[in-house]
């Protein structure tokens, strides 16, 4: 095994989170290793962004790659109640007269691997099946890691600073055992791709559709992709899409699961009336948690790695980007002023934090039956401006908290989840 320290940052996962942080301390100068274990693109659910990424690819440099991508344009999402009825789109316009507004609805294979050639064209080396098996740590600061490539070889390679952007492999928050499960988001989802079906015209055809089921036990998303691909996934309680449908011997048969909700959604049946299912049906359980710290001496979590919340408002991909332009900013600072400390590097925590409350919120209004957003407006129209500012995701530029007093008269609404 051979042992290097060659580098200022290690950053384990080539996924948005990671790419980000990546990009943006490798512009400044610094050397920049990051790790991808898989060694071709992969297929990976999360394909629709929210406006609020803009700024993040601002500084990217990723804005005009995406502008002449073949990525459809998203220019707001509409919610479809258990009746069948659709509401109003809500159009991220109507609160932001920017060219911010509209975002994109991506393929993830081919938008992970986009933003990882940006990091190498900024100066990143990117190293692609190569694995870390596990952070090395003297005491609580890390100290580098060992990797694992496709032939097995291993090797430690040892940097000032390392970045967990493993997404749900949440590698150092299982190794220190920070994550906590959201309580009372036990969720499981099924997913697949569709080619063909029907899609809205003009300014409505790249929309995001949240479709509730008949009895509101679960919803499904409708997401446009390129090549008359869309994505097509249901989520609901664990023990309602999947413990409690075993069959008599134990099996989950997750196609006919996936049937049986499709049929309770007449407005996307009609929708994918002659369309072809491309992919077999695929599942993920659990994924709502977070981890009680965002860093420690000389490490940092950003993306899925420190937490995710659910996917009723694709906000994941957002707070991938966010938490790791924030994490880069305050790395940037820790080498500046050579301090590594978790008070330094965890400086971003707060704020971060902060940002998810709302969108967390908003999260469990949702999965609350007896609260509708329709009802909500009607009774308080002033706060429409507030809902689309945070399904736009401007959580951090926009004071948004004051339209949960309101809400919190019609649904009980989550206490707050600080930092350890
Ligand atoms: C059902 C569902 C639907 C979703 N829909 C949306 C949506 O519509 N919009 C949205 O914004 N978000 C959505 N999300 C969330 C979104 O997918 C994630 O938030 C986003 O992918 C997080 O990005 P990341 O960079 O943190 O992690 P990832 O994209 O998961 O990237 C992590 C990377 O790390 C690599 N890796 C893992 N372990 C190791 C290791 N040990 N060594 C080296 N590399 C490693 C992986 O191969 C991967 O490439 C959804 C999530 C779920 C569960």
Redesign the pocket.
């Known amino acids: 095994m051979n042992t290097h320290h060659n580098y200022d940052t290690i950053i ?9 942080v990546a990009t943006l301390v490798a512009e400044q100068g610094y050397r920049v290793l990051l ?4 060694t071709i693109p ?1 297929f ?7 406006p609020a ?1 803009y700024w993040t690819f601002k500084r990217l440099g990723m804005l005009e790659k995406l502008r002449t991508s073949h990525f459809p344009q998203k220019y707001s999402v509409q919610f479809y109640s258990r009746t069948g009825k659709g509401s109003t789109p809500f159009y991220f316009f109507q609160t932001n007269p920017h060219e911010s507004a509209v975002t994109w ?1 991506v393929l ?1 294979s081919e938008f ?1 691997e986009m933003l990882l050639d940006n990091a190498t064209e900024k100066g990143a080396e990117v190293r692609r099946g ?4 596990e952070v090395l740590f003297e005491g609580d600061t890390a100290t580098g ?1 060992v ?1 694992q490539n496709t032939n097995g070889t291993r090797e430690t390679l040892h940097a000032t600073v390392i970045v967990d ?5 949440s ?1 150092i928050g299982r190794q220190l055992n920070l994550n906590t499960i959201e309580p009372n988001l036990k ?1 499981a ?1 099924l ?1 697949t791709h569709y080619e063909g079906g029907h899609r809205d015209e003009g300014i409505d055809e790249g929309a ?1 559709l949240i479709l509730h089921t008949e009895e509101k036990d679960s919803w499904f ?1 409708s ?1 446009p992709l390129p090549y008359n691909r869309t ?1 097509i ?1 249901v ?1 609901g309680e664990l023990d309602y899409l999947l413990q409690n449908r075993r069959d008599a011997d134990g099996r989950l048969d997750t196609q006919k699961i996936f049937n049986e909700e499709l049929e309770k959604c007449m407005p996307l049946q009609q929708r994918l009336e002659g369309a072809k299912q491309l992919l077999p049906i695929q599942t ?1 359980k659990d ?1 709502s948690y977070r981890a009680s710290r965002i860093a420690g001496n000389n490490w940092v979590l ?5 937490g ?1 919340l ?2 009723v ?9 966010k ?2 332009e924030m994490a880069a900013d305050v790395i940037i600072e820790a080498f500046r002023k050579d301090d590594f400390s978790e008070a330094q590097l965890g400086s971003f925590g707060p704020a971060f934090v902060d940002g998810m409350e709302a969108f967390r919120k908003l999260v469990y209004a949702f999965y609350t039956k007896e609260f509708s957003f329709a009802r909500f407006l009607s009774e308080y129209p002033e706060h429409q401006g507030g809902i689309v500012d945070i399904l736009s995701g401007d959580v951090f530029r926009k004071d948004v908290t004051h339209i949960f007093p309101a809400m919190a008269k019609m649904c009980p609404l989550p206490p707050e989840m600080s930092l350890g």
């Open positions: 384990i996962g080539g996924g948005p989170a990671g790419s980000t790790l991808e274990r898989a992969q990976k659910i999360g394909e629709s962004l929210i990424t609805q993830r992970d190569v694995g870390v098996r890691v990797t952007s493993t997404g749900q492999r590698l969720m989802s997913f995001t998303w997401i994505s996934g989520v993920t994924f950003v993306g899925d790695a420190f995710f659910d996917p408002y694709s906000t994941g991909l957002f707070l991938a980007l938490s790791g």
